[in-house]
């Protein structure tokens, strides 16, 4: 990835809060995941896949944060999913390098299906910090799947939409080498992928070369690595935000940690 200053810190799952004042609370941190827990399962437009931030490829002056949510939505599925209203979604930006967000950016849509339009606010200096938030004031808004590129009036541009899954991960492999990890081998969820549940069947990931496995002395599997998440055609519902780079960065430390959050306040 290239486009200093920018580094990523990761991404965070569905949150679980009970509360009555309006504040969403979020998890601690996890790496980039697919379906990691039944909370997220019965959940998907709040299950984060990825968290990503680049360098705008037209404009110097700007930077990109994109999380995607929904993993595994199939083409049957496209114009059918769409983000959920009872989800505050959430870029936090670290400008300070404490690890603490100093500035927010949230989204939430207004209603559910595909005719939804998302509530964007921010950026702007958390109400809160940690895990648990309030909105800040709003930005403006967007409509789901609104290609048109079209500025808010803080010069962001705003993207909510399906899109290819980017990821690339042999997810079938890992599942055999830990199949209690995939969620299809537990009651109530159905084994889509046939996974053998009873127990691991490889234990190692694909791709690997003879000179690999003589130079460490290990037998790891020569057969080629397979990205099942673009074999299968899976999409995601992306989040991408385009940002004004004076927005976000502070000149006393010219590098920004990004990470993002899903939350509710009901806890489901």
Not at 44 to 63: E, K, L, S
Not at 243 to 268: I, Y
Request: charged share 10%.
């Amino acid at each position: 990835m290239k486009g200093n200053p920018v580094r990523i810190v990761g991404g965070m799952t569905l949150a679980l809060v009970a509360g009555a004042l309006l504040l969403y609370g979020a998890h601690p941190v996890r790496g980039s995941d697919h379906q990691d827990s039944p909370t997220t399962v019965n959940r998907p437009a709040a299950d984060i896949t990825d968290v990503f931030a680049y360098q705008a490829p037209h404009n110097p002056n700007n930077v990109v944060l994109q999380m995607d949510v929904w993993p595994l939505i199939t083409h049957s599925q496209l114009g059918m999913v769409a983000l959920d209203p009872a989800v505050m979604y959430q870029f936090k930006i670290d400008n300070t390098g404490d690890g603490v967000e100093d500035l927010v950016i949230q989204l939430q849509p207004t209603t559910a299906g595909t005719g939804q339009s998302i509530n964007v606010y921010g950026p702007g200096k958390p109400n809160e910090t940690g895990t648990y938030s309030s909105f800040i004031p709003q930005t403006g808004s967007v409509a789901f799947n609104d290609r048109s590129g079209t500025p808010l009036s803080n010069g962001m541009k705003v993207f909510v939409g399906p899109t290819k899954d980017p990821f690339f991960f042999d997810l079938l492999t890992f599942f055999n080498i830990i199949p209690d990890r995939y969620y299809g081998c537990h009651a109530p969820f159905t084994n889509a992928f046939g996974v053998p549940c009873g127990g691991a069947t490889a234990s190692s990931f694909n791709g690997f070369t003879s000179a690999f496995n003589q130079q460490h002395s290990t037998s790891c599997s020569l057969t080629p690595a397979s990205d099942t998440l673009s074999s299968h055609q899976f999409n995601v519902i992306a989040i991408v935000v385009e940002v004004p780079k004076s927005l976000l960065l502070n000149p006393a430390h010219p590098v920004m940690g990004v990470w993002a959050t899903t939350s509710t306040t009901s806890g489901s």
